[in-house]
């Protein structure tokens, strides 16, 4: 096989070459050991592998909806340690998903999603 005719084989692809090859063989009448080589070396290509995406999270924007304000944990639940507060009508950003009450604002900062409301006038963005 010259570099050329390879070249043309790779671009192609095996399988269409092979296909070609036996066709070929069929019309001109070809012998059966032949024609069984040429599938052989294609079914040993090995198959390509492709990367699945990362899935893109979903940010939305909220605001603080009781007068009181709410405290920022640590962990997902109360037995967790405050590690700040957000007041009366304060707005962040948080996943728009949330786990048992409670939304992911960034690394060890959670926030209760019963005392908070999406503002529907941001619309949400996708990390």
Avoid: E
């Amino acid at each position: 096989m010259t570099v050329k005719s390879f070249d043309r084989v790779r671009a192609i692809g095996f399988r269409t070459v092979a296909a070609s090859a036996l066709t070929a063989a069929a019309v001109l009448g070809g012998t059966a050991a032949a024609q069984a080589t040429a599938p052989a070396k294609a079914a040993t290509a090995a198959p390509a592998t492709v990367k699945a995406p990362a899935a893109a999270v979903k940010y939305c924007k909220y605001k603080v909806t009781t007068q009181a304000g709410v405290n920022v944990r640590s962990g997902p639940g109360t037995n967790h340690s405050i590690v700040g507060t957000y007041a009366y009508g304060q707005t962040f950003w948080a996943k728009a998903a949330s786990v048992n009450g409670w939304r992911y604002i960034s690394s060890a900062r959670y926030v209760t999603t019963q005392h908070t409301a999406q503002v529907t006038s941001t619309p949400c963005q996708y990390s």
